[in-house]
């Protein structure tokens, strides 16, 4: 899977997610960057990195100065997200 396919998968999830339903959303000028987004909840959300290819980096906030990150395939992480 090239890193085109798979943000067509996170723009097609998002797409689909409803008024109130969770999805990754870009939020730099490039393909890079990604937030995990749920409206109308005011918490931390983890981001992904996709600066790498084949490679999502998994940024989840833990606390203000704690977080933990973790490196899934593209097909690892639409298995945890359930995207497809």
């Not at 339903?21 to 890079?32: A, E, K, L």
């Not at 290819?53 to 704690?66: A, S």
């Amino acid at each position: 899977m090239t890193k085109e396919e798979f943000i067509q998968i996170l723009q097609d999830h998002a797409s689909k997610a409803g008024v109130f339903g969770g999805r990754f959303v870009r939020f730099s000028d490039n393909d890079d960057n990604w937030a995990y987004t749920r409206p109308a909840i005011d918490c931390f959300e983890p981001t992904i990195d996709l600066s790498i290819e084949d490679e999502v980096k998994h940024l989840t906030y833990m606390g203000f100065d704690v977080d933990k990150t973790e490196t899934y395939t593209y097909d690892e992480f639409i298995d945890k997200y359930f995207l497809k």
